[in-house]
Nanobody, 122 residues
Framework: QVQLVESGGGLVQAGGSLRLSCAASGRTFSSYTMGWFRQAPGKEREFVAAISTSGGSTYYPDSVKGRFTISRDSAKNTVYLQMNSLKPEDTAVYYC???????????????WGQGTQVTVSS
């Protein structure tokens, strides 16, 4: 079992930055691919970023590539999402998730946090 708790969301103006954190419980954190997803009202959950177990590989969709950076600190059992140059269309609830596969598909993630709201004003 892995429990995930996100933090760091909030209200920011367009062009600003936020850093989300996801603290994981359990001794097996380093064996999971970690991902970030987001969901805006009325829309499907969308892949935002993923990082491999070693941290050596990261994955992003074109919509956030070059603006968002995912990283992980195994000593702290924490994964981060640094978000720069934020746009109003980035507004959503952001979720952290863990998977035993290297995957970008939400259904393949076994564990999810409760989500943190990010609102970008224009």
């Amino acid at each position: 079992q892995v429990q995930l708790v996100e933090s760091g969301g909030g209200l920011v103006q367009a062009g600003g930055s936020l850093r989300l954190s996801c603290a994981a419980s359990g001794r097996t954190f380093s064996s999971y691919t970690m991902g970030w997803f987001r969901q805006a009202p009325g829309k499907e959950r969308e892949f935002v970023a993923a990082i491999s177990t070693s941290g050596g590989s990261t994955y992003y969709p074109d919509s956030v590539k070059g603006r968002f950076t995912i990283s992980r600190d195994s000593a702290k059992n924490t994964v981060y999402l640094q978000m720069n140059s934020l746009k109003p269309e980035d507004t959503a609830v952001y979720y952290c998730a863990a998977s035993q596969l290297i995957t970008l598909v939400p259904a393949a993630y076994n564990y999810w946090g409760q989500g943190t709201q990010v609102t970008v004003s224009s």
